[in-house]
């Protein structure tokens, strides 16, 4: 089940166990209080559990509601047998939801998986995104234009949890006005996924110093040029497979891309030609082993890959 089913499943078609998984902390969040909604006298109905084993989970579960229509217990770090569980979700108190939150999905889910609601937490597309975006600067009365969306979603990489902070960062500063593109980039800082995107114009523009600059910031705050790296190499190989494939929807979905950073690297490859794009991707393997062997150091690396880059441009 998607995020965006699970209020009319709640309401209309209401199951003894949800599973909430992915990679988003902000939907996790919005998920559950979709499901705790239900409750009454919170303080009394909302049950929450840390690494709790099946036999707690159903203790917690058959205790009937306190003035309330719906018990809800919360189960985080559940990673003990489900057998018990599964048991009892083969016949489930009618007045007890249970919620077990689960990230990376356990190993020992597999037990009840035919027998709760796996909900997907994962990071939501970009319309439902956008959509947010404008539903909360209506409220807050600013106007939000659509690149600037756009543009805000592509820096904080679709992470819901990041979108709500610096939204609120937006509307705060722009008071009633129109938050713009130049707003977003004046106050956002890209995450470093994005930063590859500033890394390739700069590249196709033959700016080496620029570029440099650019790789010299992205490791300062990644953990390291492994990581970086890897990075770079995964857009130039993408920027090649879109180079060679012609069909926009068979590329967004071998690639997992929204429309947004699809056009962008779009436009980026029409900067390279097709060998050209081949010959850095290769360029990037040799300074990644390189650097992995040891041969050169992480500054070396960067100046040889960024000179050899800018200065051969598309030959």
Same mark, same amino acid.
């Given at each position: 089940?998607?995020?965006?089913?699970?209020?009319?499943?709640?309401?209309?078609?209401?199951?003894?166990?949800?599973?909430?998984?992915?990679?988003?902390?902000?939907?996790?969040?919005?998920?559950?209080?979709?499901?705790?909604?239900?409750?009454?006298?919170?303080?009394?109905?909302?049950?929450?559990?840390? *690494?709790?084993?099946?036999?707690?989970?159903?203790?917690?579960?058959?205790?009937?509601?306190?003035?309330?229509?719906v018990r809800v217990v919360i189960c985080e770090n559940f990673v003990k047998s489900a057998?018990?569980?599964?048991?009892?979700?083969?016949?489930?108190?009618?007045?007890?939801?249970?919620?077990?939150?689960?990230?990376?999905?356990?190993?020992?889910?597999? *037990?009840?998986?035919?027998?709760?609601? @796996? @909900?997907?937490?994962?990071?939501?597309?970009?319309?439902?995104?956008?959509?947010?975006?404008?539903?909360?600067?209506?409220?807050?009365?600013?106007?939000?234009?659509?690149?600037?969306?756009?543009?805000?979603?592509?820096?904080?990489?679709?992470?819901?949890?990041?979108?709500? @902070?610096?939204?609120?960062?937006?509307?705060?500063?722009?008071?009633?006005?129109?938050?713009?593109?130049?707003?977003?980039?004046?106050?956002?800082?890209?995450?470093?996924?994005?930063?590859?995107?500033?890394?390739?114009?700069?590249?196709?523009?033959?700016?080496?110093?620029? *570029?440099?600059?650019?790789?010299?910031?992205?490791?300062?705050?990644?953990?390291?040029?492994?990581?970086?790296?890897?990075?770079?190499?995964?857009?130039?190989?993408?920027?090649?497979?879109?180079?060679?494939?012609?069909?926009?929807?068979?590329?967004?979905?071998?690639?997992?891309?929204?429309?947004?950073?699809?056009?962008?690297?779009?436009?980026?490859?029409?900067?390279?030609?097709?060998?050209?794009?081949?010959?850095?991707?290769?360029?990037?393997?040799? @300074?990644?082993?390189?650097?992995?062997?040891?041969?050169?150091?992480?500054?070396?690396?960067?100046?040889?890959?960024?000179?050899?880059?800018?200065?051969?441009?598309?030959?």
């Open positions: 089940m998607k995020f965006i089913e699970l209020p009319r499943s709640v309401k209309q078609d209401r199951k003894a166990c949800y599973v909430l998984s992915g990679d988003d902390p902000f939907i996790i969040d919005a998920a559950i209080k979709t499901i705790c909604s239900l409750v009454e006298l919170p303080e009394m109905n909302i049950i929450k559990l840390d *690494a709790p084993s099946a036999d707690e989970i159903v203790a917690a579960a058959v205790v009937f509601p306190l003035m309330s229509p057998d018990e569980l599964k048991r009892y979700l083969g016949s489930p108190s009618p007045d007890s939801v249970i919620v077990i939150v689960s990230p990376s999905l356990t190993s020992n889910l597999g *037990a009840i998986k035919d027998r709760a609601e @796996v @909900v997907d937490c994962s990071k939501q597309d970009e319309g439902m995104i956008t959509s947010y975006i404008a539903r909360k600067c209506n409220e807050a009365g600013v106007k939000v234009t659509a690149p600037a969306a756009k543009l805000l979603i592509a820096y904080c990489g679709r992470s819901m949890t990041r979108i709500s @902070v610096e939204l609120s960062k937006l509307i705060a500063f722009k008071a009633g006005g129109t938050i713009e593109s130049a707003d977003v980039e004046r106050l956002v800082t890209p995450e470093l996924e994005y930063r590859v995107f500033d890394l390739c114009d700069c590249l196709a523009a033959k700016n080496g110093e620029r *570029a440099l600059a650019i790789m010299d910031d992205m490791m300062s705050g990644s953990g390291g040029a492994s990581s970086v790296f890897g990075l770079i190499y995964s857009h130039f190989r993408k920027l090649l497979y879109i180079a060679i494939t012609p069909d926009e929807e068979t590329v967004k979905s071998c690639l997992n891309i929204s429309d947004y950073p699809y056009k962008k690297m779009k436009s980026q490859a029409k900067s390279f030609s097709v060998k050209r794009l081949k010959s850095i991707c290769d360029e990037l393997h040799k @300074v990644d082993f390189d650097y992995k062997s040891g041969l050169i150091g992480d500054k070396l690396a960067m100046i040889n890959f960024a000179s050899n880059v800018a200065i051969k441009g598309d030959r």
